[in-house]
């Protein structure tokens, strides 16, 4: 499976990993697991699935990603799953204590370009 992360994800990540100890570890983990069961379900995360375009084979989740650092699953992760390619892409990744939402515009965007 080819698992590719957006420049804003990339981003958002760095800046959260400088605050965050453990957080690269813990991505790491949990993009090994998401890369083994790309819906989440029977591998002990919660993730839930957002919104799905048939006519494109993908579909949009957002799943509860654990941080040893905060001891909790207080950070979410927003990823796309192309069926057809086999392609995971993250998206956004946020903690839940400073951002309350994802952002529907970020996935929009991915959605209306994404071939």
């Keep these: 499976m080819e698992i590719l992360q957006t420049d804003s994800f990339q981003k958002d990540f760095k800046k959260l990993s400088k605050k965050y100890q453990t957080l690269k570890d813990d991505f790491e983990y949990f993009a090994e697991v998401i890369a083994d069961n790309p819906t989440g379900e029977g591998a002990g995360l919660r993730s839930d699935c957002i919104t799905r375009v048939p006519e494109k084979n993908v579909a949009f989740y957002k799943a509860r990603m654990m941080c040893r650092t905060v001891r909790g699953s207080s950070f979410r992760v927003i990823y796309m799953h192309d069926t057809k390619n086999v392609t995971l892409l993250f998206i956004?990744?946020?903690?839940?204590?400073?951002?309350?939402?994802?952002d529907m515009e970020r996935i929009n965007e991915i959605c209306r370009n994404y071939e």
């Design 92 to 102: 956004e990744i946020y903690f839940k204590g400073t951002k309350e939402n994802n």
